[in-house]
T-cell receptor
């Protein structure tokens, strides 16, 4: 699996968009980008995943660059409940049962 | 909606004792994963099962063993406990074909004294 690099921490004002970057320059053609988050000591939670097109769901948007070497997770209107560690994970096909390999992640602090 | 159930939620054991953690996946989910998260660390994959067969293995100590039963629940057995085994243990489940979304349980906090 390709290695990912994320900033250690970020701050965001409540109500503003939180943009979390991830570099995955060694991603291969069959690997997807996944985002999970972990609110303090809770089980990680799936957010979104994508291959090369931008994706959006009720939680967030995922923007993947054309060369697929980096991506950005966007939380459009951050709330205090979005304070968590966000993990960018690169992994093969989404329909299989592969494990998740968690890197260091970005600790997002949303402030009032 | 039903979630992944883990029991017990908290467990305190002494060194060299044995512990058994249980995981009940979301109904219809056929795959179970176990992860370990030490204090201040990120979750690390231990082992997974698909349709009651071991499907993958991570850095799980030989002192640990796990299995998935016919009703799809899973148990992680840990023997000769060491202080370093103190951690949060998460179980996750998924449905083959939708493996992008692993649903995590609330975790079992194991403290070894």
């Amino acid at each position: 699996d390709a290695k990912t690099t994320q900033p250690t921490s970020m701050d965001c004002a409540e109500g503003r968009a939180a943009n979390l970057p991830c570099n995955h320059s060694t991603i291969s053609g069959n690997e997807y980008v996944y985002w999970y988050r972990q609110i303090h000591s809770q089980g990680p939670q799936y957010i979104i995943h994508g291959l090369k097109n931008n994706e959006t769901n009720e939680m967030a948007s995922l923007i993947i660059t054309e060369d697929r070497k980096s991506s950005t997770l966007i939380l459009p209107h951050a709330t205090l409940r979005d304070t968590a560690v966000y993990y960018c994970i690169v992994r093969a096909r989404p329909d299989n049962t592969d494990k998740l390999i968690f890197g260091t992640g970005t600790r997002l602090q949303v402030f009032p | 909606a039903a979630g992944v159930i883990q029991s017990p939620r908290h467990l305190i054991k002494e060194k060299r004792e044995t512990a058994t953690l249980k995981c009940y996946p979301i109904p219809r989910h056929d795959t179970v994963y176990w992860y370990q998260q030490g204090p201040g660390q990120d979750p690390q994959f231990l082992i997974s099962f698909y349709e009651k067969m071991q499907s993958d293995k991570g850095s799980i100590p030989d002192r640990f063993s796990a299995q998935q039963f016919s009703d799809y629940h899973s148990e992680l057995n840990m023997s000769s406990l060491e202080l370093g085994d103190s951690a949060l243990y998460f179980c996750a489940s998924s449905l083959f074909g939708q493996g992008y979304e692993q649903y995590f349980g609330p975790g079992t906090r194991l403290t070894v004294t």
